[in-house]
């Protein structure tokens, strides 16, 4: 499903709007690595999150009424069942219980908040969450990966380093779930691993 989303993000040519963050990242960066990682705690996850760069939003609108849809309607070219969860209006779900959370930077001079991806009806909204800016404005990494079924997609993702540095400081915050403390760490230490061993940093781009 990752894979035919980010598909069709570049095929319609908002890609650049979107950057992946939180577990999924792992297959970026394995990718590059030229590693599988094997520890099936570190990659469970039944949801991606997508970053939307608020600061493009006119910019994103004019091109999603060029194609004429809005985003919730794009991710039902890929999955029909996909609809918003109610109660969780930055959630997106389908049948099979995937789901696909829109995420933004914390509210920041004249960003609107709250706000929805496009004017149509049902659209989904982005959710502010800490540290968005700091991923905002991060480099960005980017890596061809293969789903199971030997589909590819290119992933743009965030910097394997401030990876770490988010998952770390969110290991520290107090209400913070214990089980997810323990991911964070995990995975943190799995990316701090691939770029020691695998110069991952140096693959980074500059925003």
Known sequence: ????ILNRLVESGISEYFTVIGTHSLY????AAGIMIHD?????TIDVDLLWDVRKRI??????????????????????????RDG????????????VDVVRRLKTGDDPHPVRLTDAENELFAVEINRGDSFVNCPKFTEIIVSETGKMARMNTVSPNMFVTVKRWL???GDRDQLKKRRDLLQADIVEHLIEDYLLGHKESAQ
């Open 40 to 44: 099936p705690a570190a990659l469970a």
């Open 28 to 31: 970026a960066y394995e990718a």
């Open 59 to 84: 910019k994103f609108v004019s091109r999603m009424d060029d194609i004429g849809t809005s985003f919730l309607g794009l991710l039902k070219k890929i999955d029909k069942t996909f609809e918003r």
């Open 1 to 4: 499903m990752l894979v035919d």
């Open 88 to 99: 969780q209006l930055y959630t997106a779900v389908n049948s099979k219980g995937f789901e």
């Open 171 to 173: 290991a520290e915050q």
